[in-house]
Every structure is written in C-alpha cells, then in structure tokens.
C-alpha cells in the first residue's frame, strides 16, 4: 500500500511561482508512473502531468506546457511539480497519484491547495 503526502502549495499572485512536492511511502518508489492532478472549484479532477517510473515518458496538460515541469527523485521518493507563470486558472486543489507498471492511478494524496490571486 503506497501512502502520498503532498506540500507546497499556499497563495500566489498571478506570474508567480510554486513548487509542490508528493513524498512516497510503503512501496518501491522507482516502479511507479507518478502524476500530478488538479480539481477547480465546481469542475472535474483533471490531469496535469505524468511521469513515467524510469522518467523516460512525461505528459502535460496542453495548457500547462512550457509553464508547469514534473521531476522525480527516486532515491527520495519523491516526485516534483514546479509551476511557473500562474494564472488564476490554476487555482485547485492539486493530488498526488500513483500508478504501479502500467496500471491505472490508484494511490492518491490528500491534496494541497493552490489559490492563484489576480
């Protein structure tokens, strides 16, 4: 059973930046696709970036391209999700999640909240 602990998120005004991190426990971090997620108030949880377990295969959410990088640290089983040039958009809660060798996500974090002032 993996647990994830999302930190790092708070307030920021638009153009700013944040960095979240999700640390990883109870299972082999490196055989784990990791991925980011965000739920807006009154909207569907959405993905945002994904991570493959050996780091080769990453994916964005088109609108966070060029903005938003995922990174992990394996030997701290950690994964990254450094966000710059933030707009009130991206106000939401953001998960944590993980995803055993090709399976669907089926680990979540607890979340963190991202509120993006104008």
């Known amino acids: 059973q993996v647990q994830l602990v999302e930190s790092g998120g708070g307030l920021v005004q638009a153009g700013g930046s944040l960095r979240l991190s999700c640390v990883a426990s109870g299972g082999t971090f490196s055989r784990y696709t990791m991925g980011w997620f965000r739920q807006a108030p009154g909207k569907e949880r959405e993905f945002v970036a994904g991570m493959s377990a050996g780091g080769i295969r990453i994916n964005y959410l088109d609108s966070v391209k060029g903005r938003f990088t995922i990174s992990r640290d394996n030997p701290r089983n950690t994964v990254y999700l450094q966000m710059n040039s933030l707009t009130p958009e991206d106000t939401a809660v953001y998960y944590c999640?993980?995803?055993?060798?090709?399976?669907?996500?089926?680990?979540w974090g607890q979340g963190t909240q991202v509120i993006v002032s104008s």
């Open positions: 999640a993980a995803a055993y060798q090709g399976t669907a996500y089926s680990y």
